[in-house]
């Protein structure tokens, strides 16, 4: 960890700087107050400081107060240094933001024992910021991503085509907006459209060589100022994440678009990667960066009841209880498994048990992206 030793003593400073070196800590020396908070300030400063009270330029107490004020990612862990033994002096250097209070000379065994209460402080805070920015990019890619699929309409002519053919147009229209870096790097993103009323299982694969990004500024929760309000996404190892984000979004906004034109249409599955195992439907139709694969199947839909459900079944219907009909326990287009069956058990005691729903069976595809 690095440490920050402010200390306008040359003495007491080369004291504390080799205790801490021998304890295998990275110390950083300044002398006055000024330097302590430039230091303290970069992007990559100390993340403990030890902080003499009385130094030139700025004290202790000022140094405290400033780094508080200051925007910065992860808040420095701040130790004041003083002789004084007066409570209220503890109280007023805490009060402006010091974290530790250590009377001068400090014991090597409560210096370090200190010191460690503030490593973990700091690694927490380190580790919440890691969550929170990865957090942040999952928001900007999938806010990102639906922007893209906005733009996919389905126009009333474009129904009485082969969903196939209709969603790979619709897709092509995303091309220009994305940008592949060529690569080893192979992703796929797998999804279903169901179609009950013609009775039709739609797989899609899409898939991409390299490494994705979104090329187009277009807005996120992860914007950058400098990038003009917007800032490139793009996953940090193979494109997959972004690719699945693109294929749910996509089938989901298709399926939309053929409810509010009077068809009925479920997203099984959404977005699953594929393990370059299982078996491609048919041939591949480039699409700009992207080879995407569609096939289609019958659906093979029948009714069970409830008792007769099992794993690996798609619903084709909400799953209601008989004497509940208001109740959606499960939504269409739901896969289910164990742990779905398991947490619906309450909802169907007795007679409910036998409630009807209608289920289909997913293609070999989709049960290997499934996993």
């Known amino acids: 960890m690095r440490v920050l030793v402010a200390e306008d003593s040359d003495v007491q400073r080369a004291q504390l700087a080799g205790l801490l070196r021998r304890a295998g800590h990275d110390v950083v020396e300044v002398r006055d107050g000024h330097e302590a908070l430039r230091v303290l300030l ?18 202790g107490i000022e140094v405290c107060r400033r780094v508080r004020e200051a925007t910065v990612a992860v808040r420095p862990h701040l130790v004041l240094l003083t002789a004084r033994a007066d409570r209220d ?16 000379p400090p014991s090597p065994g409560e210096l370090m024992a200190r010191l460690k209460v503030g490593q973990r ?76 009323g013609v009775g039709q299982w739609v797989d899609f694969v899409i898939e991409v060589e390299g490494t994705l990004s979104l090329g187009a500024p277009l807005p996120s929760a992860t914007a950058s100022p400098t990038a003009g ?8 190892d193979t494109p997959t994440d972004l690719l699945i984000d ?5 089938l989901k906004r298709t399926a939309g678009a053929l409810v509010g034109a009077g068809r ?15 078996a491609l439907p048919g041939c591949a139709e480039i699409v700009g960066p992207f080879r995407v694969w569609a096939a289609t ?5 029948r009714p069970l009841t409830f008792d007769q459900l099992a794993p ?7 799953l209601t209880p008989r004497s509940r009909t208001g109740l959606e326990v499960l939504r269409a287009g739901t896969w289910l498994t164990a742990s779905h069956l398991e947490r619906s058990r309450a909802f169907f005691p007795g007679d409910d048990a036998r409630s009807e729903v209608l289920v289909g069976a997913p293609t070999p595809l989709a049960r290997a992206a499934h996993g």
């Not at 970069?42 to 004290?59: F, T, V, Y």
């Not at 309000?229 to 940090?236: C, D, I």
């Open 42 to 59: 970069e992007a990559s400063g100390p993340r403990i400081a030890l902080l003499d009270w009385e130094m030139p330029g700025l004290d």
């Open 312 to 318: 690996g079944l798609v619903l084709l219907a909400p």
């Open 246 to 250: 693109l294929a749910t979004t996509w």
């Open 89 to 104: 002096d503890a109280v007023e250097g805490l009060k402006a933001g010091a974290d530790d209070f250590l009377s001068k």
């Open 229 to 236: 309000g917007f800032e490139r996404l793009t996953s940090a």
């Open 121 to 196: 402080a700091v690694e927490t805070q380190l580790e919440l910021l890691a969550r929170t920015r990865a957090l942040e990019a999952a928001l900007g890619r999938l806010e990102a991503v639906s922007s893209l699929a906005a733009s996919v309409r389905l126009v009333a002519a474009s129904l009485d085509e082969p969903i196939a053919i209709v969603a790979h147009r619709k897709l092509e229209s995303l091309v220009p907006a994305l940008s592949v870096l060529p690569g080893p790097a192979v992703a796929r993103a797998h999804g279903a459209l169901v179609l009950p």
């Open 264 to 278: 009925l249409a479920l997203v099984a599955a959404p977005g699953r990667s594929l393990s370059a195992s299982a």
């Open 297 to 301: 199947h019958p659906l093979e839909a």
